[in-house]
């Protein structure tokens, strides 16, 4: 192995440490929440969340309004931690930029199509899970699974994020490297 490759292993280690421990900073709201309504069902900032988030689109669940709302409210700003990792990882990121550009802004499209999906379906639209498929009742007929479906809604839209910025700044790379070479 040369030089070369092992320092760009640790680079890429480091954003991928990054990454995690963004994550984890940003799921320990979604555990005091639950630990809060665990404790105290009728918590008044729990009443006082719930009745904020009822002003936006949200997942919700008829058999635990309160916590589905306030943990629907918080996950909204996943995109937002995946920007910051973008903007604090940004120099430690290892992004291959050796392929095609006409594949890439193709692959950049297709992504963002399935992005923007993902997205709307996760995070602006009203979806009642107790009234969706099999899976999704059984998430929203517990706490402990409900919080846990909750941390992979924050969990999908978090890597998501990353993934885009990363690729739309190498595809950005890739046609400044082109109009470099002009």
């Given at each position: 192995m040369?030089?070369?490759?092992?320092?760009?292993?640790?680079?890429?280690?480091?954003?991928?440490?990054?990454?995690?421990?963004?994550?984890?900073?940003?799921?320990?709201p979604?555990?005091?929440?639950?630990?809060?309504?665990?404790?105290?069902?009728?918590?008044d900032?729990?009443?006082?969340?719930y009745?904020l988030?009822?002003?936006?689109?949200?997942?919700?669940?008829?058999?635990?309004?309160?916590?589905?709302?306030?943990?629907?409210?918080?996950?909204?700003?996943a995109?937002?931690?995946?920007?910051?990792?973008?903007l604090?990882?940004?120099?430690?990121?290892t992004?291959?930029?050796?392929?095609?550009?006409?594949?890439g802004i193709?692959?950049f499209?297709?992504?963002?199509?399935?992005?923007?999906?993902?997205?709307?379906y996760?995070?602006?639209?009203?979806?009642?899970?107790?009234?969706?498929?099999?899976?999704?009742?059984?998430?929203?007929?517990?706490?402990?699974?409900?919080?846990?479906?909750?941390?992979?809604?924050?969990?999908?839209c978090?890597?998501?994020?990353?993934?885009?910025i990363?690729?739309?700044y190498?595809?950005?790379?890739v046609?400044?490297?082109?109009?470099?070479h002009?």
């Open positions: 040369s030089m070369k490759q092992v320092e760009s292993r640790s680079l890429t280690n480091i954003a991928a440490k990054r990454m995690y421990y963004i994550f984890l900073v940003g799921v320990i979604l555990i005091l929440i639950f630990l809060s309504y665990t404790n105290n069902q009728g918590s900032s729990l009443t006082y969340l009745a988030s009822g002003k936006v689109p949200e997942l919700i669940s008829a058999n635990n309004p309160t916590l589905s709302s306030v943990m629907s409210f918080y996950v909204k700003i995109p937002l931690l995946g920007v910051l990792f973008f604090i990882a940004r120099r430690k990121l992004l291959k930029t050796n392929f095609s550009f006409t594949k193709l692959a499209m297709l992504f963002t199509v399935f992005y923007i999906a993902i997205i709307y996760l995070l602006v639209s009203n979806v009642e899970l107790t009234e969706s498929g099999r899976f999704m009742r059984l998430l929203s007929g517990n706490d402990y699974l409900l919080t846990v479906f909750f941390v992979s809604v924050f969990y999908v978090y890597i998501l994020t990353c993934y885009y990363s690729y739309a190498a595809v950005f790379l046609l400044k490297l082109k109009i470099k002009r």
